[in-house]
């Protein structure tokens, strides 16, 4: 089996279920994941790609890790020495190449440099810096519902009588398909209720992180942040792109060439510079590498405003969350 980020989109009893299944697996699979808990549960080897060339490591996620960054650690030792001898050689032969008595030792020495054969430290990945603007004060009460039914054609909903106040972050939890999405779009009032009312507060300032990207869209990145923020200069546009740790071949590239992670990259950048007081997040952390997930889970810890959140990962909201709603209370889905 060949597996892309399997467990994106899962919750947490189909994530269970996936773990389960692929340790009881008898034959192999091949893994993509930036979830280290998950792979840890289920492979023994690790592939590190880097530079086009795959390096393999016998053992789980946090054995690679470790030996990983002993590597790391014994090779930047190795540098600096190096570093430290061509200095040292480049010293003497710019003192000694003019002098006759000493010009034979400067051209050995010359030729020794020529000769080296140069390490080269690990070009680092440049890590994405997320922060949130905040906007306007809001009222107390963000959203109020009373008897909400949501769903398309058919109820997905009992009715729901729900309310938000100002500063709450809020996590909506629960299996797939009981409508936690639809809720979302509900309350933003991007799809029609079926029954009941939404109140909704008159200052509210809302960013909204959809799951995806529409993959027909031709723009680059650069194109993107124009188009959405048009006063701003060509160089405030990459440096925005550049902060949310996308390099200048992602932010000249087309959208839809980009990984899931880049794509939620570039639609995390559009969110954090707009001043919200309210953010609305659908899965936030999907398709996003460690060092992205940390800086997310920094950015909502320290954002002033509220928070409405979908997520199936508890690691990732616990020290944040001011309240976790279980969505199958409410839900008609048999799950």
């Not at 390099?247 to 001043?275: D, F, W, Y």
Request: glycine content about 4%; overall charge negative.
């Amino acid at each position: 089996m060949l597996l892309d980020e399997p467990a994106n989109y899962l919750d947490q009893e189909h994530i269970a279920w996936l773990k389960t299944h692929l340790q009881n697996y008898e034959n192999a699979f091949i893994l993509i994941s930036h979830d280290t808990e998950f792979m840890n549960d289920v492979v023994n080897v690790i592939y590190y790609m880097n530079h086009a060339e795959l390096t393999r490591y016998a053992g789980d996620c946090n054995n690679f890790l470790e030996v990983h960054a002993v590597q790391k650690a014994q090779k930047e030792a190795v540098y600096a020495r190096q570093q430290k001898e061509i200095a040292n050689l480049k010293d003497f032969v710019a003192r000694n190449k003019a002098r006759v008595a000493t010009r034979n030792m400067a051209m050995s020495r010359q030729k020794k440099l020529d000769k080296m054969d140069m390490i080269e430290l690990e070009q680092e990945k440049p890590k994405p810096e997320f922060s949130f603007q905040n906007a306007r004060t809001p009222g107390r009460v963000l959203f109020e519902t009373k008897d909400l039914v949501i769903g398309y054609t058919e109820p997905l909903s009992k009715p729901i009588n729900f309310t938000m106040e100002r500063k709450q972050k809020i996590v909506l939890t629960g299996a797939n398909g009981i409508g936690k999405t639809t809720l979302l779009k509900s309350l933003l009032n991007m799809i029609s209720s079926l029954a009941g009312t939404i109140e909704r507060d008159d200052y509210l300032e809302i960013g909204d992180f959809e799951q995806e990207t529409d993959q027909k869209d031709e723009k680059t990145c650069l194109q993107e942040i124009r188009d959405t923020f048009p006063m701003w200069s060509q160089y405030e546009c990459r440096s925005a792109l550049a902060r949310c740790g996308l390099t200048t071949m992602h932010i000249e590239s087309p959208i839809r060439v980009l990984s899931g992670g880049e794509q939620a990259k570039v639609r995390l950048c559009k969110l954090m510079n707009k001043p919200a007081n309210i953010l609305i997040l659908d899965e936030p952390t999907n398709h996003l590498d460690v060092d992205a997930r940390d800086s997310l889970k920094k950015a909502l810890t320290e954002y002033k405003g509220s928070i409405l959140m979908v997520c199936h990962e508890p690691e990732f909201y616990q020290s944040f969350a001011t309240d976790i709603i279980d969505c199958t209370k409410w839900t008609t889905k048999i799950v």
